[in-house]
């Protein structure tokens, strides 16, 4: 039978942007059926001196395969949200034929430090088109309420096989393609994503099968989502497409751009994209760059030196076992060629300042030390010396934090408070052994609302819900408002925080994460008027309220 929740005397920030008023919100089945005082109903909530909010929508994440294992999407159920996008930047499991499986493993281990250990025990593989891979995930059910792009890289290997590295696609090619993404659509798809970013590159070391792509294969799957008269573009952009390309391409198209993404550097370059931005929105073009409030910092070993595979030459080291890893490392002209290749200007050299040890077994008193500190001491170059304190280790397991963008606060103040900049980049899912931000949700609300107040509480939670909603066509979500689905969130602005993060083993063939699963201040969450978080606690697992959701057409 249906029963009648009201969270009572709440402060209701409805996510329109609005000024919030102490409310009664009344659920019942999925819906939101009443707003206002002393509302009458079966069970009931006090949220006096807390916020009642629409559930946060994260519109880039990698949830892809870890929907199979943890319907909850944790650790992001935990930080409010009740709907997620994934396959961001491309990078999907569907389509996928059997044959192509362990190519698409390595690829995500390479690009979004995924263990295929743990792909390859957690994923059913019980499907082959992008439409077959969502109805799977519906029968399985989900916690939170998902969606997911259809991402070029899976789409290239589906068509061209092996040879989806190393060429462009041929006219027939890009029509099986473009067919593909218009069936993927008409299956309920959030869209076409895609990455020409110089940092993406697979398990071969070379640029992924989407940077391969020409204008012609990329306006072609473009064109496929506009026609379908929904969804959304995901560009990661870089050589192939650039931030300027999108104002080009997206008036042609019809779908609108979300562009990964628009952060600060220290070379400022985030000012000029600012105003070719505000130069496309004038023009009414339909392009959101995505911002973040987190500093892009990675927790990596020299295993797997993410940050410093921009570099070719290290690039060159991705197919190595460790001994050829070990090798090059210990050589002078190594060194030497890829120093050379960071002085040639033609990728921004590593921030040498920014980069700290966080875990050196035989050298554990380099531990919370900045490489430059440890280069002057032995009195050679940072990049000797880290590379010296990496030979130190056996297994190369050292293990450093660097940052490289997005730490100047009058910066992210400016983009956060931009129009037509969406907040993204959280890539929950991803990159699960180097970083956790995941918590981005909390930390817009602790660190930029209440401490430094560069947004408002209501613009803030406009920002996490009905701009997210509207900008994918999510109807009735993002909204408090009755008649809209019941995804909602209560938590306490003076306290919320996004807690501790951890290191853990709790992945299928006892792969390793970095998660945050406290945070502070986060008291209920509902998603399709289900409770399914109460004060940092998972409720009962079996209960998989969330949906598969897809956008509906552009009006």
């Known amino acids: 039978m249906s029963r009648t929740i009201v969270i009572r005397h709440g402060l209701v920030v409805d996510g329109t942007g609005r000024p919030g008023r102490v409310a009664d919100v009344a659920l019942r089945d999925d819906r939101i059926v009443a707003i206002g005082e002393n509302l009458d109903g079966d069970e009931f909530i006090d949220a006096t001196g807390r916020v009642v909010a629409p559930g946060f929508i994260d519109i880039h994440t990698h949830y892809d395969a870890q929907v199979f294992w943890d319907p909850a999407l944790t650790p992001s159920c935990y930080h409010g949200v009740t709907t997620v996008v994934a396959g961001n930047c491309g990078f999907t499991i569907a389509p996928t034929r059997a044959d192509d499986r362990d190519l698409i493993a390595r690829t995500m281990e390479k690009v979004e430090d995924m263990d295929p250990a743990t792909l390859n025990a957690g994923i059913p593989w019980d499907f082959e088109s992008f439409g077959e891979y969502l109805r799977s995930v519906e029968r399985r059910g989900t916690t939170l309420n998902f969606a997911s792009y259809i991402g070029h890289t899976a789409l290239r290997i589906y068509v061209m096989g092996h040879e989806a590295v190393g060429r462009v696609a041929t006219d027939e090619e890009i029509d099986r393609m473009a067919t593909i993404v218009r069936d993927a659509m008409n299956d309920g798809a959030a869209g076409f994503a895609s990455s020409f970013a110089v940092t993406h590159r697979g398990a071969d070391g070379q640029p992924i099968p989407s940077r391969w792509a020409d204008r012609r294969e990329i306006d072609a799957l473009c064109a496929a989502v506009g026609d379908s008269g929904r969804g959304v573009i995901g560009v990661n952009g870089g050589e192939n497409l650039t931030l300027p390309d999108c104002y080009e391409l997206q008036p042609r198209i019809g779908a609108p751009i979300t562009f990964t993404a628009l952060l600060t550097t220290s070379q400022g370059t985030h000012l000029k994209a600012a105003e070719i931005h505000r130069a496309g929105v004038a023009r009414g073009v339909e392009v959101w760059p995505q911002v973040s409030c987190r500093p892009l910092s990675f927790?990596?070993?020299?295993v797997e030196p993410f940050t410093l595979n921009i570099n070719p030459v290290f690039a060159e080291l991705m197919p190595l076992d460790l001994a050829g890893r070990r090798a090059a490392y210990a050589d002078p002209a190594w060194r030497e060629r890829a120093l050379a290749f960071w002085a040639s200007g033609q990728v921004l050299s590593p921030r040498w300042d920014a980069f700290e040890i966080m875990e050196a077994p035989s050298s554990p008193e380099l531990i919370g030390r900045r490489v430059t500190q440890i280069a002057d001491e032995m009195g050679v170059g940072p990049f000797d010396a880290l590379l010296e304190a990496t030979l130190r280790e056996p297994d190369l397991k050292l293990r450093v934090k660097a940052l490289l963008a997005n730490d100047d606060i009058d910066g992210i103040t400016m983009l956060l408070n931009?129009?037509?900049?969406?907040?993204?980049l959280s890539d929950a899912g991803a990159?699960?052994?180097?970083?956790?931000?995941?918590?981005?949700?909390?930390?817009?609300?602790?660190?930029?609302?209440?401490?430094?107040?560069?947004?408002?509480?209501?613009?803030?939670?406009?920002?996490?819900?009905?701009?997210?909603?509207?900008?994918f066509g999510f109807t009735d979500r993002g909204e408090i408002r009755v008649g809209?689905?019941?995804?909602?969130?209560?938590?306490?602005?003076?306290?919320?925080?996004?807690?501790?993060?951890?290191?853990?083993?709790?992945?299928?063939?006892?792969?390793?994460?970095l998660t945050a699963s406290q945070p502070s201040g986060m008291h209920h969450l509902f998603v399709n008027g289900v409770e399914v978080v109460r004060d940092g606690r998972?409720?009962?697992?079996?209960?998989?309220?969330?949906?598969?959701v897809s956008p509906d057409p552009r009006r």
């Open 538 to 548: 998972l409720l009962d697992s079996s209960t998989r309220p969330g949906r598969v």
């Open 299 to 302: 927790s990596q070993t020299m």
């Open 484 to 513: 809209a689905h019941a995804d909602i969130v209560v938590f306490d602005p003076e306290t919320v925080a996004p807690g501790p993060v951890s290191r853990v083993r709790d992945f299928p063939a006892d792969g390793e994460r």
């Open 431 to 471: 990159h699960v052994g180097q970083l956790c931000d995941a918590v981005l949700p909390t930390d817009l609300l602790g660190v930029w609302v209440r401490e430094r107040r560069a947004l408002t509480l209501e613009d803030a939670v406009h920002k996490l819900t009905k701009v997210q909603a509207d900008l």
């Open 418 to 424: 931009t129009e037509q900049c969406t907040l993204g």
